[in-house]
C-alpha cells in the first residue's frame, strides 16, 4: 500500500536537499520551488520515487516504462534494486548508470558520466551521504566510499574510501585525508 503523503513528502524533501546545496541560507519556499522547476537532477529524482512507488505496487511494466523515460529523457540508467537516499544531486545527467543493488546515501553530488557497478560480478558499492562524485569516474565492486569524501574526475575507485578524504587516479589512491576540499559549487546549466 502506499501511501499518497508520503510520495509528496519525498518529492519535497529531495527539492529541500537540493535546493539547500545552492543556497548560503536556509531556502524558503520559493528557492525550492524553483530548484523542483528548474534542475533536471530533480526530474530525475522524481521519476525514480515513482518509480519506487510503482514497483512496490506491482503495476505491471509501470516501473520499466518510467526507467526508459528517465533514460530517452536523461541519458540516465537507474538499476531497479538500486537505493536513492534523499536529495542525491545529478549536477549533469547524461552517462550515469548506477546498477544493481548500489546503495547511494543522502545528497550524494554526481557530476556526470559516472558509472556505479560491480567490477566482475562480484557486489555493488555503498556511496554514504554527501559525497561529491567527479565528472568520469567511475565506482566498482562490493566497495564503501566514506561520508564526505571526494572522487576526483575520471578516477576509478576500486577499494574503500576512507570518510573525508580526496581519491583520484587509476586505480584511485588518497591524496588528501581528513576534510576533503569541496570544489566550487556547480550549479547545472
Ligand atoms: C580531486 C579534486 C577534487 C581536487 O582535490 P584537492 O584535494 O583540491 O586536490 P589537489 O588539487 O590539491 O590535488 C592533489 C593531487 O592530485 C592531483 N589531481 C587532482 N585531481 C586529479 C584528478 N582528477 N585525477 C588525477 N590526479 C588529480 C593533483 O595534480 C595533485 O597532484 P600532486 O600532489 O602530484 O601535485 C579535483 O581535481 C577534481 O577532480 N574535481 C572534480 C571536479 C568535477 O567533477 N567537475 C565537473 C564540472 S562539470
Redesign the pocket.
Known sequence: VIDPLAVLRSFYEDALHLARAEHEEEPGWREVARTALVADGYSVLVLQRLREGLARLHVPGGHRVLRRLQTVLYGIEIGKGVTLGRGVSF??TLGIVIGGNARVGDRVRF??NNTVGTARDNGYPVIEDDV??????RILGPVRVGARS??????VVLSDVPPDS????IPARV??SQG????AR?VAP
Open positions: 549536477v549533469h557530476m556526470g561529491l562524485v567527479g565528472c568520469g569516474a571526494v572522487i576526483g574526475a575520471n578516477a580526496v581519491v583520484t587516479g591524496v588528501r576533503a576540499a569541496r570544489p556547480a
